[in-house]
């Protein structure tokens, strides 16, 4: 595993939990937004109130359906400015919770401040990267505990959009880049089609398309698709390095060091389905 791939891994749980924490879904019913309207607006806020296409683009693996329930009503019912102070506050709220006085520690004022390093090294690479881009715009907290958080934002948006770049390259669509996802092994086919809105026809059709290219054969990868998956892999942990290699590999393993406690007590609190699949931190990967 290379140290991009690693830090990334060993920090993603302290971003993630936000999808996950009860007190971010409390704040976005409280601004009166509902169902999956929360998850979509809370994470497009940094691009402004956008369209539906431009959620659908830049989130790539889900049912462009599911997103039109939720944008642009969202932006009828609260505005973004408003939407990421409640995520704020709810990240405030929960790490607070879960991770009590930890938050206040020069422990995590060191952690922040090498995250935050990390992220601003790469301010002025925002060609392709509209997710990195937008959350870079927005102003940052004082707390170290949610300058963490921020700055992970920041780099798995970072990652994330070149992900992105890599599953187009490989001329994969959103829902076929989840199928062969899931037939690595590395989640659950049904929880990928379940929380991306798809429909069992639709993923039987994006299988069979696969197993037309030669990724797949009876539900598992081929030679050729696990080839081409590790491929997607490696272009990804490549796009990426830059950030941590602005730490070098000394940092990057301290900073690993002092978060790999928070994250695994974050994802014991808040994603114990992940922590039984793995013993380390996982990672919680934007897209397939």
Not at 92 to 113: H, N, Q, Y
Not at 177 to 185: K, P
Not at 210 to 233: D, H, P, Y
Request: hydrophobic share 45%; net charge negative.
């Amino acid at each position: 595993m290379t140290p991009e791939h690693r830090t990334w891994r060993m920090m993603e749980p302290l971003h993630g939990m936000i999808y996950f924490s009860p007190e971010a879904d409390a704040a976005y019913r409280q601004l009166g937004l509902t169902g999956r309207m929360g998850y979509f607006a809370s994470r497009a806020a940094a691009l402004g109130p956008v369209p539906a296409e431009a959620v659908i683009a830049t989130f790539y693996n889900f049912n462009p359906q599911v997103v039109r329930q939720a944008i642009p009503a969202a932006w009828h019912i609260s505005s973004p400015a408003d939407i990421l102070d409640a995520r704020l506050s709810a990240v405030d709220a929960t790490l607070r919770r879960v991770l009590g006085d930890v938050v206040d520690s020069p422990e995590m004022s060191r952690a922040a401040a090498l995250a935050q390093e990390a992220a601003q090294a790469i301010s002025g690479e925002l060609s392709g990267r509209p997710l990195y881009a937008a959350h870079l715009s927005l102003p940052w907290p004082t707390a170290p505990h949610l300058v963490l958080w921020h700055a992970q934002t920041l780099l798995r948006e970072f990652r994330g959009d070149g992900h992105l770049a890599a599953l187009l390259a490989a001329e994969l669509s959103g829902i076929e880049a989840l199928v062969s996802h899931a037939a690595t092994g590395a989640v659950p086919a049904e929880t990928l089609r379940v929380t991306r809105g798809w429909t069992e026809t639709d993923w039987a059709a994006a299988v069979n398309r696969l197993e037309e290219r030669g990724w797949l054969r009876n539900g598992s990868l081929t030679v050729r698709g696990r080839r081409e998956r590790e491929g997607i892999e490696e272009a990804t942990d490549r796009m990426s390095r830059a950030p941590y290699a602005a730490l070098g590999d000394d940092r990057c393993q301290e900073l690993c060091s002092l978060v790999r406690p928070w994250s695994k007590h974050v994802v014991a609190e808040l994603m114990p389905w992940a922590a039984a699949r793995n013993s380390e931190a996982p990672g919680t990967p934007r897209t397939g």
